[in-house]
């Protein structure tokens, strides 16, 4: 026996997903730079399509901006929680698919300059935003 279950340690989220995009405009992050502290009682929710587990709190986790399956690097974040659940079709029949949500709280956020070089660098081949 085996799972299909892998752990994580970087938290890729399109908008759908929950990824905070309101906050995290990278246009406006280039003019007037967001920074952490403003951030730092604000509880985020996400739900991925596959199931994985995430290092909890206090192990950082990079958090990441999936627009059109290019990656833009944001930050780090702690996992303030997270579940995984059976996903069912209309009729209660399971589709064999399970479906990982929780919550994060941001506690680093790069720089322009370094949110750069962070997804030039660590961004998997041909998915860097840049």
Same mark, same amino acid.
């Given at each position: 026996?085996?799972?299909?279950?892998?752990?994580?340690?970087?938290?890729?989220?399109?908008?759908? =997903?929950?990824?905070? %995009?309101?906050? *995290?405009? !990278?246009?406006?992050?280039?003019?007037?730079? @967001?920074?952490?502290?403003?951030? #730092?009682?604000?509880?985020?929710?996400? =739900?991925?399509?596959? %199931?994985?587990? *995430?290092? !909890?709190?206090?192990?950082?986790?990079?958090? @990441?901006?999936?627009?059109?399956? #290019?990656?833009?690097?944001?930050?780090?974040?702690?996992?303030?929680?997270?579940?995984?659940?059976?996903?069912?079709?209309?009729?209660?029949?399971?589709?064999?698919?399970?479906?990982?949500?929780?919550?994060?709280?941001?506690?680093?956020?790069?720089?322009?300059?370094?949110?750069?070089?962070?997804?030039?660098?660590?961004?998997?081949?041909?998915?860097?935003?840049?």
């Amino acid at each position: 026996m085996g799972t299909k279950i892998e752990f994580n340690d970087t938290l890729v989220l399109t908008q759908a =997903q929950g990824f905070p %995009a309101a906050i *995290f405009d !990278l246009n406006t992050h280039l003019k007037t730079p @967001v920074l952490a502290e403003s951030l #730092k009682d604000k509880i985020f929710h996400f =739900q991925k399509d596959e %199931a994985r587990f *995430f290092h !909890l709190d206090p192990v950082r986790i990079f958090l @990441v901006q999936n627009i059109d399956g #290019k990656w833009l690097h944001w930050g780090q974040v702690l996992i303030q929680s997270q579940s995984i659940e059976k996903m069912f079709d209309d009729h209660a029949h399971w589709l064999q698919e399970w479906t990982p949500s929780g919550t994060f709280k941001v506690v680093k956020i790069h720089h322009p300059d370094y949110q750069k070089l962070v997804t030039v660098n660590e961004s998997p081949a041909n998915k860097s935003f840049f």
